[in-house]
């Protein structure tokens, strides 16, 4: 069965500071991974994917993220917060013969001044 | 392309009723499913469909109902309304499982009373 762990429900940077958010994923087939970002009162918008190809993923707004199969994570990252990036964060996970997206808990990210 | 679009945005029900949440979706995507959000708890899925006349229960299916006549629309109706069910409930699509990333409506953000 797949699962996702994201560690740290809430993370705080200042603004201009690195944002790495942490997922750990577990499943017993290669994955499709996914990074979602979530703005108040808002729908889920896909930052980036990983589908097997590259495993330096970059998405929309700076973020990207690294799969490293041997650690079993999916840790996303961007170079310097902006305060635009306030939101909160979900990492999912869909095994290659299922659809079916699994999601983790979500990590709330404040940026302060 | 409106994307995915959810019907109504809040509603408050009194327990025991019931009430059907619509789900459309302009994008001739043949994966549809229904997630609920609850803090703490990221997004479990509810109900899913991999095309018309297919529909197949998901981590928490208890109290919902769905069907899938079209293409285009998932509705997800709860039989009897209960507190428990109080929540934000994402509907979701995507191309097939070689494009599986989840295009999600803004949300309908439910009170059982």
């Known amino acids: 069965a797949q699962s996702v762990t994201q560690l740290g429900s809430h993370v705080s940077v200042s603004e201009g500071a690195l944002v790495l958010l942490r997922c750990n994923y577990s499943?017993?087939?290669?994955?499709?991974l996914f990074w979602y970002v979530q703005y108040p009162n808002q729908g889920l918008q896909l930052l980036l994917k990983?589908?097997?190809?590259?495993?330096l993923v970059k998405g929309i707004n700076g973020f990207e993220a690294e799969f490293k199969k041997s650690e079993t994570s999916f840790h996303l990252t961007k170079p310097s917060a902006h305060m635009s990036d306030a939101a909160e964060y979900f990492c999912?996970?869909?095994?290659?013969?299922?659809?079916?997206?699994?999601f983790g808990q979500g990590t709330r990210l404040t940026i302060n001044p | 392309n409106a994307g995915v679009t959810q019907t109504p945005k809040f509603q408050v029900l009194k327990t025991g009723q019931s009430m059907t949440l619509q789900c459309a979706q302009d994008?001739?995507?043949?994966?549809m499913s229904w997630y609920r959000q609850d803090p703490g708890m990221g997004l479990r899925l509810i109900h899913y469909?991999?095309?018309?006349?297919?529909?197949d229960q998901g981590e928490v299916p208890n109290g919902y109902n769905v069907s899938r006549s079209t293409t285009e629309d998932f509705p997800l109706r709860l039989l009897s309304a209960a507190p428990s069910q109080t929540s934000v409930y994402f509907c979701?699509?995507?191309?097939?499982?070689?494009?599986?990333?989840?295009?999600f409506g803004q949300g309908t953000r439910l009170t059982v009373v």
């Open positions: 979701a699509s995507s191309y097939s499982k070689a494009r599986r990333e989840a295009f």
């Open positions: 499943s017993s087939v290669p994955p499709y």
């Open positions: 990983y589908t097997s190809a590259a495993t």
């Open positions: 999912a996970v869909s095994a290659q013969g299922a659809q079916k997206l699994v």
């Open positions: 994008m001739n995507h043949e994966y």
């Open positions: 469909s991999v095309g018309a006349g297919i529909t």
